[in-house]
Antibody, heavy 125, light 112 residues
Framework: QVQLVESGGGLAKPGGSLRLSCAASGFTFSDNYMSWVRQAPGKGLEWVSY????????FYADSVRGRFTISRDNSKNSVSLQMDSLRAEDTAVYYC??????????????????WGKGTTVTVSS | QPVLTQSPSASATLGSSVKVTCTLSRGHSDYVIAWHQQQPGKAPRYLMHIERGGSSYMGRSTPGRYSGSSSGGDRHLTIYNVQSEDEAVYYC??????????FGGGTKLTVL
């Protein structure tokens, strides 16, 4: 079945780095945009970054632009998030999410349709 | 960029129906939104998405008791015959070519 499994979370010091990975299975990975969404303790969902199906397009939330880098390897069905210059406010559960596209009234749109179970990132000294 | 507004809380008695609403900001009333459910201690899961015009598309594992509808800039999630497992936080989300993904603040549904 369709599955996303995150790994790489853990404890990092402020200013440090972590690399998250997401292994995808059960679908044609290269057909889909992939995204990372995070949830700080007791808070709502916050979109972090997404990457186009080919990997040629990458997009970031203002809160992480310049510090985080998303990438993908379609030959390995995986997407990664390199997190540098970490801050305490980056502490969250990070979810890997698949996006699907649709077409409505002459316009394309995207929606998230499969979530991983998440991996926890804690930034603390 | 679009803003999605949700009431922070809702409640329903076992076996009743409840409607949860997500309101799109002015100028974005024709956006497609998706509903996601997050049960306590679990990851979110996709329920459905609702297109401009009101057509709704269910996820494969979405119970048949769930329904989606649209009215102007409002996108509704209705749950019929509410069960205890429906107690969760419900998030709406939309995609914008400039703002990318935007989430609503979430509605916590309590089943009484």
């Amino acid at each position: 079945q369709v599955q996303l499994v995150e790994s790489g979370g853990g404890l990092a010091k402020p200013g440090g780095s972590l690399r998250l990975s997401c292994a995808a299975s059960g679908f044609t990975f290269s057909d889909n945009y992939m995204s990372w969404v995070r949830q700080a303790p007791g808070k709502g969902l916050e979109w972090v970054s997404y990457i186009s199906d080919s990997g040629s397009g990458t997009f970031y939330a203002d809160s992480v632009r310049g510090r985080f880098t998303i990438s993908r390897d379609n030959s390995k069905n995986s997407v990664s998030l390199q997190m540098d210059s970490l801050r305490a406010e980056d502490t969250a559960v990070y979810y890997c999410v698949r996006a699907q596209d649709g077409y409505n009234f002459g316009d394309y749109y995207y929606f998230m349709d499969v979530w991983g179970k998440g991996t926890t990132v804690t930034v603390s000294s | 960029q679009p803003v999605l507004t949700q009431s922070p809380s809702a409640s329903a008695t076992l076996g009743s129906s409840v409607k949860v609403t997500c309101t799109l900001s002015r100028g974005h009333s024709d956006y497609v939104i998706a509903w996601h459910q997050q049960q306590p201690g679990k990851a979110p899961r996709y329920l459905m998405h609702i297109e401009r015009g009101g057509s709704s598309y269910m996820g494969r594992s979405t119970p048949g008791r769930y329904s989606g509808s649209s009215s102007g800039g409002d996108r509704h999630l209705t749950i019929y015959n509410v069960q205890s497992e429906d107690e969760a936080v419900y998030y709406c989300a939309t995609w914008d070519k400039n703002a990318h993904w935007v989430f609503g603040g979430g509605t916590k549904l309590t089943v009484l």
